[in-house]
């Protein structure tokens, strides 16, 4: 099923992102509907990790902070805690390695 999903999701992906921008003229932010395609794809995969998903998260909050408030230069530094996140999730992993 999983498969299916992620053959479907960019032709769904399209077709939504072709009807917001012909019916209601926002093609500009409606081509943010194609990041659910990783983030599906992070979410559905069975080697899920937490950094993937933090990573995929962080690029949606810059983009839409960038887009709404014009703010693309102060918080081009969330893209710096990325390695902070991978950083301490490896050391909880070790930790847990470690307890058992």
Do not use: Q, R
């Amino acid at each position: 099923m999983k498969k299916k999903i992620m053959a479907a999701l960019p032709i769904m992906c399209t077709i939504a992102y072709l009807l917001m921008g012909f019916l209601a003229d926002l093609w500009h932010p409606g081509w943010i509907v194609f990041l659910l395609v990783p983030l599906v794809s992070a979410i559905l995969n069975s080697t899920f990790k937490f950094v993937t998903f933090y990573t995929i998260l962080v690029v949606i909050a810059y983009m839409i902070i960038g887009f709404t408030i014009d703010g693309w230069h102060p918080w081009w530094i969330l893209f710096l805690t990325i390695p902070i996140v991978s950083i301490f999730a490896k050391s909880d992993k070790k930790k847990e390695k470690d307890n058992n």
